[in-house]
């Protein structure tokens, strides 16, 4: 019997029964490090957690009972520094694997792990270490990254007490990787006071900013087990399997699609760890050397995957493929499955949840819908008024929440040391996502934006998506970013900035070629009105458009010119 069915039922009949009676149990106390990683440990002690290897030829296959071990030994090395329960800690670990152990003896310990990536600036950091208090932070012994927290270190130096790197001698830091293996191997689970308990913070993820400053989501004790949705039910993960999520260890991804719910399901996590840019034909290989069973990419990988010439590859090893962190467009999903015969499965959730919406395993794929309802959050698309919106009819994806101490699993527990901006989008017991949606007449859901992004002209409400998935369509288009703009008859016109793909030139003929297409691909009044040419959209650090600063450019201009 599989640990999974500790805490969950897996073998339903269908969807509907699946999501009528898909419960999970959440045992008091419960504590992923000790209650997951250490009993596969117990149990299956040469069964494998995590394979990982590097663009450099190194390769580590890591056991469950190595990972108990070494999390054992960094909990202890952690204490010798003085970390302990509700400390904060920053780590930015790229992909290194210690990163896995790290996180299980952080949880282990009970201090807050905050994840983050190695591209944050000085400000980044400053900001974050004030806002959540970090008391430490642990990185790889690089000039660049060092050179970052030095200066961070001058205006947080009464809150930040330790600097460590994994291995290295760099002055002013601790070589935590030496520390750890001079630890002792015996890690004694916490009672009482010192122990971890399931509704305080855990883990604690900076939202990537496309509209103002970061905000700080935390995330309980019981939110490993939300993942196993994710991982069973969206990845369609089984015992054996070797699935590989593509994330930098510093985004919320790492925590859906590469530890809580693929162990849970005991698959081990696939790493590769990479320093120079993606490269398609490099993990196209690595799935055919080390038999990967299951991929999860956003939209983004799978484009550069599907123009390789895939025929060079097996992929005979691949069952599984799904795909997330922007909605699909249907010619990347058709494409895919013409080369490898498998059908993308969508997800759709956020850093604040869990997923809220997928193609399950019962369900068939509709190209460039999110799919169907998850159980648990049992999320509704409401109106301005509060109803639920009927088939067809765009609205907001909410969750219900009855009270505080009826949380759905894998809600975020709120903003962390910010109630004000927790109220803003958690009232009247409704958790408001701040994205837009409808469904059709099979219960699929559709994406339509963020609730800032829609346009209303002329009456229409109309998502950039849409339009800007029509216009990727065309050869001529490598990116698209699609917003409204004033408009003193239409009330907002639709802009579309574009990023040619190479070998082509913006002109006007092209713009009117690029509209005219997207007339013929989508409905006729979405089209752009505006299309203005660019080599490069502004992005969060996590790749996401800023569409919120396209909108101030072009608000600047139009006062340039009162």
């Known amino acids: 019997m599989g640990i999974i069915h500790k805490y969950c039922q897996t073998d339903f009949t269908s969807y509907e029964d699946f999501y009528k009676n898909f419960r999970v149990n959440m045992p008091d106390g419960f504590n992923f490090g000790y209650d997951v990683v250490d009993e596969l440990a117990k149990e299956k002690p040469d069964k494998k957690a995590l394979v990982w290897c590097n663009d450099r030829g190194e390769e580590k296959i890591i056991t469950f009972a190595e990972m108990k071990r070494m999390s054992d ?27 896995w152990y790290f996180t299980v003896a952080m949880h282990k310990i009970g201090a807050i792990l905050i994840p983050a990536t190695h591209m944050l600036t000085v400000k980044d950091l400053v900001y974050r270490i004030k806002a959540a208090d970090i008391k430490m932070v642990l990185t790889v012994n690089e000039d660049e990254l060092c050179g970052k927290i030095d200066a961070a270190e001058e205006a947080t130096a009464d809150i930040l007490k330790v600097k460590a790197v994994l291995a290295g001698e760099r002055a002013g830091y601790v070589q935590f990787n030496r520390l750890a293996e001079e630890s002792g191997e015996v890690f004694v689970r ?50 054996g399997d070797l699935h590989l999520t593509e994330a930098d260890t510093g985004w919320a991804k790492t925590s859906w699609g590469r530890i809580y719910g693929q162990w849970l399901c005991e698959a081990a996590v696939f790493v590769y760890d990479f320093d120079k840019r993606f490269t398609p034909s490099d993990f196209l290989a690595l799935i055919d050397k080390y038999g990967i069973t299951s991929f999860c990419a956003p939209p983004t990988i799978y484009r550069l995957l599907i123009k390789e010439d895939l025929g060079k590859f097996s992929l005979k090893s691949l069952k599984k493929a799904s795909i997330a962190g922007e909605p699909l467009n249907p010619e990347v999903y058709y494409q895919w499955l013409q080369a490898t015969g498998l059908k993308l499965h969508e997800g759709y959730g956020q850093t604040e949840c869990t997923v809220l919406f997928a193609t399950n395993p019962w369900s068939e794929p509709k190209p460039g819908s999110m799919g169907l309802p998850m159980p648990l959050t049992c999320c509704k698309i409401l109106d301005a008024d509060g109803r639920e919106c009927e088939v067809g009819d765009e609205g907001e994806i909410c969750m219900p929440v009855p009270d505080a101490a009826h949380r759905p699993l894998g809600l975020f527990m709120g903003y962390y040391r910010d109630e004000a901006l927790t109220q803003k989008v958690l009232y009247n017991g409704i958790y408001h996502t701040g994205d837009m949606a409808w469904r059709d007449e099979d219960g699929y859901v559709w994406f339509s934006g963020r609730n800032d992004d829609i346009i209303k002209s002329s009456g229409y409400r109309i998502g950039p998506f849409e339009v800007e998935s029509a216009l990727i369509e065309h050869p001529a288009v490598l990116e698209a970013a699609v917003t409204g703009v004033p408009d003193p008859e239409r009330g907002f016109s639709v802009k579309a900035t574009v990023v040619l793909a190479k070998g082509h030139t913006g002109s006007e003929v092209l713009k009117k070629e690029l ?28 790749g996401k458009i800023r569409r919120v600063e396209i909108r101030e450019q072009d608000a600047k201009g139009d006062e340039a010119h009162d």
């Open 73 to 99: 030994k960094m909990a202890n090395a952690l204490r010798g520094l003085g970390i302990g329960k509700g400390d904060a800690v920053l780590v930015m670990l790229k992909r290194r694997y210690e990163y």
């Open 190 to 239: 916490p009672t009482g006071k010192d122990a971890p308990e399931s509704r305080e913070v855990m883990i604690a993820y900076f939202t990537s900013g496309t509209t103002g400053l970061p905000k700080i989501v935390a995330h309980d004790y019981y939110y490993p087990l939300c993942h196993i949705t994710t991982a069973k039910f969206w990845h369609n993960l089984d015992d």
């Open 515 to 542: 509209q005219d297409h997207v007339k013929k691909v989508t409905a006729p009044y979405k089209y752009p009105r505006i299309i203005e040419f660019v080599d490069e959209l502004p992005k969060t650090i996590s």
